[in-house]
């Protein structure tokens, strides 16, 4: 079979609520572009890994953690464009056709923004939207930037561009690792708005203390 144009990778760690969801959803918006969905799997107890597979995706297996997972399935990839999503429906599946049509239009990275007029999100308490804020002001200020957005995953790469970033992050600092090592090896990068929903079903992953460390940490490491 001939490569796809298009790959998503979609990490997930317990989704049984949401992947039988999202894959079908995402297959409509591509259903014009050849296309590949790689379920990347922390060994989920509750079946996931089985629904995606019915569905007809690829599942791989990583159990280190949501940058790890993501990391892998991007080295899976065997797209000319590569897009990262969450398995929650936190991200609109139409607004792949917007990742898509930022790599089309020559950019290496595409991210999408919840922060630039159409963006938005109903899913980040006070204190993760304020977090956010700080340290996209770090990020800005730190590596000369311009960025609205930093920790969110749903995003597009033009192949090749990965292998430029050499990321190491295993956790959830790999967003942050990646808008850093964009501007500090010059791709070029595009910020289209994204709309982020509640999570549909299941539980978030992340913890605002530890993971809010985790980023904080990613910015101070890739200094200099
Ligand atoms: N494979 C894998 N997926 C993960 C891990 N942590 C989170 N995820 C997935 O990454 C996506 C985003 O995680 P989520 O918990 O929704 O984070 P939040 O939206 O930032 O609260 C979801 O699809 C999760 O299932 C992990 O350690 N391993
Ligand atoms: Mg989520």
Redesign the pocket.
């Known amino acids: 079979m001939p490569n796809p144009y298009v790959s998503v990778v ?4 317990n ?1 049984r609520g949401n992947i039988g969801r999202v894959i079908p959803a995402i297959r409509r918006v591509l259903s014009k572009n050849t296309h590949e969905i790689i379920v ?3 060994h989920s107890k509750d079946g996931t890994a089985q629904i995606a597979k019915g569905l007809g995706a690829r599942v791989i297996y ?1 159990d280190i ?2 940058g790890s ?1 993501l990391l892998r399935g991007l080295a899976a990839a065997r797209g000319k464009i590569l897009i990262s999503m ?3 429906l ?1 991200n609109e599946p139409r607004e792949l056709r917007l990742l898509i049509a930022g790599i089309e239009t020559g950019y290496d990275l595409c991210m999408g923004s919840r922060f630039i007029i159409g963006g938005g999100s109903d ?1 980040m308490p006070a204190l993760r939207r304020f977090g956010n804020k700080v340290f996209i002001l770090l990020v800005n200020v730190l590596f000369g930037a311009n960025y609205t957005d930093l920790c969110y ?1 749903y995003r597009s790469f033009r192949r090749g561009a990965l292998q430029k970033l050499s990321l190491r992050e295993r956790g959830f600092g790999i967003e942050t690792e990646i808008n850093i090592k964009a501007i500090k090896r010059g791709l070029r990068v595009l910020e289209v708005p994204s709309m982020e929903k509640r ?1 549909a079903a299941g539980e ?3 913890n605002t203390f530890r993971d809010g460390y985790v980023i904080l940490s990613t910015i101070f490491r890739n200094i200099g």
């Open positions: 979609i990490p997930t760690w989704e990347v799997d922390r990583d953690g949501k997972a969450d398995a929650d936190s899913d995953g999570r978030g992953k992340l």
